[in-house]
């Protein structure tokens, strides 16, 4: 059975966030055209992963740069190591993600890099290849559903924006297929707008529920 991996993060819940509730317009309308794909959500504000903090960092680089096995890590490194790679052993089994983030300062929340940060496991999610890094996560796609305060697409602004642009390029890194993003922006420099700018990413989140699971995949 093909799963769908359904990814937030925004602490505002489901009541105050555009966001959370485009994603959600996006969710019932793959369900109902995909009844057979499994769905699971992940709250990353709830979510207990771990952190690159020393001891990861450290078993982090005796594993890959040293040759150490797991049994010659410390007992804390080895607790943390296997965290991560039970979080990227789980993201692999998915065949679709949909992240849902607010734009902040620029960028994401840091919780979505902190999460993305355990999935960069070279040997599991990519390769080292004489030709560069390879992505080893074929034939799965990827959508990115991102409300901004202020109005980028079509200004100067556009440049300044990395929070999609950092999720899409992690997420080629890996090899996963990535959509178009689904932006909702303006909220904060339209205030008297905001029920239109929702119901119009709705009705774009609807659509591409549509087309995600139905498109033929990159191999
Ligand atoms: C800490 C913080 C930083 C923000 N930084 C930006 C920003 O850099 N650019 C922007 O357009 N909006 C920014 N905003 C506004 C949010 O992007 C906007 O309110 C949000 O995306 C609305 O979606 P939501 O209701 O799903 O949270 C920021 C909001 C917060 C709380």
């Known amino acids: 059975m093909e799963k769908l991996l359904y990814i937030t993060a925004n602490p505002k819940g489901l009541e105050k966030s555009k966001g959370l509730q485009i994603g959600e317009a996006f969710l019932k ?18 979510l207990d992963f771990a952190q690159m903090d020393a001891d990861l960092v450290f078993a982090r680089g005796k594993l890959a740069g040293y040759g150490y096995t797991l049994a010659q890590l410390s007992e ?23 992240f849902v983030s607010p734009m902040w300062n620029l960028n994401s929340p840091a919780v979505l890099k902190a999460f993305l940060d355990n999935l960069f496991i070279a040997g599991k999610t990519f390769a080292h290849t004489p030709n560069g890094p390879k992505g080893l996560l074929a034939n799965k796609k990827a959508l990115h559903i991102q409300t901004r305060g202020g109005q980028y697409t079509g200004t100067p602004m556009q440049e300044l924006e990395s929070g999609d642009r950092y999720l899409k390029i992690a997420l080629r890194f890996l090899g996963i297929e990535v959509m178009d993003t689904i932006v909702a922006e303006g909220f904060d420099l339209y205030p008297q707008r905001v029920p239109e700018i929702v119901a119009a990413a709705k009705e ?9 699971a139905k498109k033929t995949l990159a191999v």
């Open 29 to 46: 309308a793959f369900h109902l055209e995909h009844p057979g794909i499994e769905i699971k959500s992940l709250d990353l504000f709830n």
């Open 76 to 98: 804390i490194e080895r607790e943390k190591i296997l965290k991560m790679h039970a979080l990227a052993d789980e993201f692999i089994t998915y065949d679709y993600y949909v």
């Open 204 to 212: 774009k989140a609807i659509i591409a529920a549509k087309d995600f």
